[in-house]
């Protein structure tokens, strides 16, 4: 995202694009099984930090889907063609250049295109997990961004409509900020934000130990793939917004959210800690205990309650 | 966490390649700092593609003693399951799970063993061996 937008030529840092649409985030949805097992997510779906971004930056996204995979290849290699970067959504299993333990059917997967090899076919991909720029041949990526099944991409892509623009710092991020704790802390449904922790270590704790240790074990393993794996920085996204905060505590001048920041990667060890205690319960070095866990959950949901509730005030002020 | 104690554990999952991970550095600020992987990662990275391989290992035993299709080793070894291999190719569940029966696999159409087969991007000779 920070990528194309500077491409567009507006250099944003990755955590300022993260913090600035609103994109941090918890959900419980025990309804979206991915291999049996409940979507928990530490961040909003990407199509919700598109939509966040254009207000704060003053752009439009154009976002595109196809009924075919020859449509939406012609569309994205005219998109190429005329100079375009275009934003891809697409599974982590068909992509070649993905390291194969990590190829999952995992459909919520964006990267970005910004030009075509016309002798092979080749795109050229910048993918946000990988650190150097590589090449996909065209077949692999239409597979990719055709891929069927759950949170389907069917062949997204995106591009802004018109060049975007610095923001008004002084009311963007206290906006945004706002966003973010009532998303964290007033989503009328129990699964979202703080409730959704919370409903989240009541499930942990229900897990069987004696009975069905094996699959107990897998879910666990699950919650913290979906932690630490998904996306950038680790901790479920909290160093990200951190950096985020200690970036916005200079640009609207409130040196308070510095403070808050420090607060929020402290939180972040603590979800590198909950990774850590399920880790060693998976490899049993110690004894498989969901309560323990669950417990985890619990502190880490307090935490960031009385974390929020301090950066609404901070930002209020 | 601080720059020193980012995990730089080689962890094999990542094939080579480094992550990035944000941490405090010398000065108290926030900076991105490269990873080579974290233990916890490999760990749970590695249970997720050792319980699909373990499901693919079962299921060819038993296509081998003729108690399942060659389809059921194909869809684990895609890291697919049921739900997935329905959706994936446009086949209700209860077809899907006909099919992961030898008999049932045997009726196959040459039409619907080409849609199973691309939907798993193998070939259709493939589909019907056990490798």
Redesign the interface.
């Known amino acids: 995202m920070s990528s194309m937008l500077r491409h567009y030529g507006l250099p944003l840092s ?2 300022m694009a993260f913090g600035l649409s609103s994109a941090l985030a918890f959900a419980y949805l025990p309804f979206i ?1 991915l ?2 097992l409940p979507l928990v997510s530490w961040r909003m779906p990407p199509k919700a930090i598109l939509r966040g971004l254009q207000k704060p930056l003053g752009f439009t996204m154009r976002t595109e889907t196809f009924r075919t995979p020859e449509k939406g290849a012609a569309r994205l290699n005219e998109l190429l063609d005329a100079g375009q970067v275009v934003g891809l959504q697409a599974s982590v ?2 992509l070649p250049f993905i ?7 995992f459909n919520a997967h964006n990267l970005l295109a910004y030009g075509r090899d016309a002798s092979n076919d080749d795109y050229l991909i910048s993918d946000p ?3 150097t720029a590589v090449r996909c041949p065209a077949a692999d990526l239409t ?1 990719a961004r055709f ?4 949170l ?1 991409p069917k062949g997204l892509l995106y591009y802004p409509a018109n060049p975007p623009r610095a923001p008004e710092w002084k009311t963007a991020l206290p906006a945004a900020i706002k966003k973010t704790t009532r998303i964290m802390l007033h989503t009328p449904v129990p699964l979202i934000g703080v409730k959704g922790m919370l409903w989240l270590a009541r499930a942990v704790e229900r897990l069987p130990v004696a009975a069905d240790a094996q699959a107990t ?2 879910h666990i ?2 919650l ?2 979906m932690q ?2 998904i996306g ?4 479920g996204f909290r ?2 917004y ?2 985020f905060l ?1 970036e916005a505590a200079s640009l609207a001048q409130r040196p308070a959210l510095a403070e808050l ?1 420090a607060e929020l ?1 402290e939180i ?2 603590g979800w ?1 800690a909950f ?2 205690a ?2 060693r319960m ?2 049993d070095r110690d004894p498989l205990d969901p309560a323990r866990l669950a417990q985890c959950l619990r502190a880490q949901a307090a935490r960031e309650r009385t974390f929020f509730a301090a950066l609404i005030r901070a930002v209020c002020e | 966490m601080n720059v020193n104690d980012v995990p730089q554990e080689s962890n094999r999952t990542l094939d080579g390649q480094r992550k990035g991970v944000y941490a405090r550095r010398a000065d108290g600020r926030l900076a991105l700092v490269p990873s080579q992987g974290w233990e916890v990662e490999e760990i749970v990275t590695r249970q997720a593609v050792e319980a699909f391989e373990a499901l693919a290992a079962a299921a060819r035993e038993r296509a081998r003693r003729g108690e399942s299709s060659p389809l059921e080793y194909h869809m684990y070894r895609a890291r697919m399951d049921l739900s997935l291999l329905a959706q994936a190719s446009g086949l209700w569940r209860w077809r899907v799970r006909r099919h992961l029966k030898p008999q049932g696999f045997a009726r196959l159409s040459p039409v619907l063993r080409q849609r199973y087969a691309e939907t798993l991007g193998i070939t259709c000779a493939q589909l019907e061996t056990l490798d």
């Open positions: 990755e955590p099984k291999s049996g299993f068909w390291p194969p333990d990590f190829r999952f059917h997990v990988l650190e597979r891929a069927r099944g759950v389907a074990k897998l393993g699950h913290v793939r630490e794996e950038t920085g680790g901790g160093f990200l951190a950096a200690e920041a990667v972040g060890d590198r990774a850590l399920a880790a998976i490899r």
